[in-house]
């Protein structure tokens, strides 16, 4: 029996031929019989993909053979099986919608990257502001111990919430992290550009944090939601391990995500297993009720 293997990964580096890129990128992942998402844009790649073993050998190679991408890092899951339906390659204008006026340079100029064994130490000084470069409703399912909740539901907002709420605090440590990194290569170029001095990003982000033999995820609350068919994974394998999910319904801790039942709303939701049942895997008493559902 094939043992599968899901991939996550990103490079920010110039690429001219975008849509070549892109057609070769699709070519190479039908071949192997990859599946998942590929954006191709002119600053870099960032893909996550599934497949048996050994495609996901011959794609790591085939990749490494193009000098843009032959310090790639890989980011590795063994998985039941696919864990994407199908494939899906795209030319994008950025690799993660930032639309900001001054979006920095992340090929060039980021935050200090820290090892998980220097976050963890730098996390339990206490004096940094711990910011999730990620969105609300990840954050709810899991987080680091003190990080600051982003009030947001884009990437796109978080310029406009940093001026707003850190502004008297450019001299004080930053810490950013994310699920992969991509998000943080990003916020601290971001961050550097608009004055901040003390800017640090979780190096290869919570995935890469969660199997460090020596931290062993420690002071991570939660599971960690990433965007594929598992929708969570696990992150704190210490005796510390704590649930911070809460039922939509009736509050009750969970680590369930589901999407809602109504084919027009598909939210996304965390849910105890009582309450999927009671709501029909819905989010909303209206969505109960909705003409065009899932069968559950």
């Not at 497949?51 to 980011?75: L, P, W």
């Not at 998985?79 to 390659?89: A, E």
């Not at 961050?191 to 020596?214: A, H, R």
């Not at 369930?256 to 039942?261: F, H, I, M, Q």
Request: aromatic share 10%.
């Amino acid at each position: 029996m094939a043992t599968y293997n899901a991939l996550l990964y990103y490079k920010f580096v110039g690429i001219d031929d975008t849509a070549a890129v892109a057609e070769n990128q699709r070519t190479l992942c039908l071949q192997l019989n990859l599946r998942g998402r590929i954006l191709v844009a002119s600053e870099g790649i960032n893909g996550t993909l599934s497949g048996t073993d050994e495609a996901c050998r011959r794609y790591t190679e085939a990749m490494y053979a193009d000098v843009r991408f032959s310090d790639m890092v890989f980011k590795t899951d063994e998985v039941d099986g696919h864990v994407f339906d199908d494939l899906s390659v795209k030319v994008k204008t950025e690799l993660v919608t930032f639309r900001c006026d001054r979006p920095g340079d992340p090929a060039s100029h980021t935050g200090q990257r820290l090892s998980p064994e220097q976050w963890l130490n730098f996390m339990e000084r206490g004096d940094a502001i711990i910011i999730d470069g990620r969105t609300g409703y990840e954050y709810d399912v899991g987080h680091f111990r003190g990080a600051i909740r982003p009030p947001v539901d884009s990437f796109r907002d978080f310029p406009q919430w940093i001026r707003e709420t850190f502004a008297e605090d450019k001299h004080r440590p930053i810490l950013t992290y994310c699920t992969g990194g991509i998000r943080c290569e990003k916020l601290t170029s971001f961050l550097l550009e608009e004055g901040f001095s003390d800017v640090y990003q979780l190096d290869g982000g919570i995935v890469t944090y969660g199997k460090d033999p020596v931290t062993k995820g420690a002071k991570w609350d939660g599971t960690c939601y990433v965007f594929d068919q598992r929708l969570t994974v696990p992150i704190n394998h210490t005796d510390d391990r704590r649930v911070v999910g809460a039922c939509h319904h009736c509050g009750e801790p969970t680590e369930r995500y589901v999407n809602c039942a109504n084919i027009d709303c598909h939210r996304q939701h965390l849910t105890c297993s009582a309450c999927e049942a009671t709501f029909k895997r819905s989010c909303s008493p209206a969505c109960m009720e909705a003409p065009r559902r899932e069968p559950i």
